[in-house]
């Protein structure tokens, strides 16, 4: 499996909406950052799925490193 590569420093602000699916890049390969664009493919990562429970804006992580998955955790501060 290969490590996942840093997208971006700092997390992505999204407006989702409630009951919409979203797939969240695990890789940091995607160029639809912070969602999946199918360039994992041969990385051994897959993307994270993941359903909105509201309308609402969200920070979904950019390092690739967080615990707390989609979420941004603040792990890239220490990268």
Known sequence: MSEPVIAQRGPYRVEVTAGQVYFWCRCGRSA?????????KGTGLTPLRFEAEADDALFFCGCKRTKSPPFCDGTHNGL
């Open 32 to 40: 639809s950052q912070p969602f999946c664009d199918g360039s994992h």
